[in-house]
């Protein structure tokens, strides 16, 4: 989904295995936002799947915000927000080998200075991350939250975004 009404390129990256229920949530919001109209920016929405790779395309992105299962221990259906200076491998927040190899890859994007100038990343706590195609229903409540919480981030004036203000949910 592209449009060129603005000169900030946006891309969602949305992460995460289908095959584990919750720890899908990254790409099953990625294929939620492709219904959402983009608002003020040119936007690119990515299924990254659990290919940490998919952030080495994005030399010509301003902005990514990228969408994950984060298991911190939290409420279900939580939803967090953070940069990738925030977490390192060690501080128990990277649930996945993906996620490593993507805070990796974006490191070194930064240090050679092709990467995108603003890095966002929304994390979700995963409810159920066992076998399974569906996400649980807690975590499919949550999906027009989370659309919201990605929306604000990549055009806070688009009209899906929360009202200035508005209470946001848990870490938000």
């Not at 584990?20 to 294929?31: M, S, T, Y």
Request: charged residues 25%.
């Amino acid at each position: 989904m592209s449009t060129t009404s603005h000169s900030a390129k946006v891309v969602v990256l949305g992460m995460g295995n289908l095959l584990l229920k919750d720890e899908g949530i990254g790409v099953h919001v990625a294929h939620a936002l492709q219904e959402t109209p983009p608002g003020n920016v040119e936007l690119e929405v990515i299924d990254g799947g659990t290919l940490p790779d998919a952030a080495l395309s994005l030399d010509t992105a301003d902005k990514l915000v990228v969408v994950d299962a984060v298991q911190t221990g939290g409420e279900p259906g939580a939803i967090y927000r953070f940069r990738p200076e925030d977490i390192g491998v060690d501080s128990g927040i990277v649930t996945s080998l993906h996620q490593v190899s993507l805070l990796e890859n974006l490191w070194l994007m930064e240090r050679f200075g092709n990467g995108p100038k603003d890095v966002v990343i929304i994390g979700v706590e995963p409810e159920d991350i066992g076998w399974g195609l569906e996400l649980s229903g807690r975590l499919q409540q949550r999906i027009p939250q989370i659309v919201r919480a990605v929306l604000a981030e990549i055009d806070p004036e688009h009209p899906d975004s929360p009202e200035k203000g508005e209470k946001r949910d848990d870490n938000f």
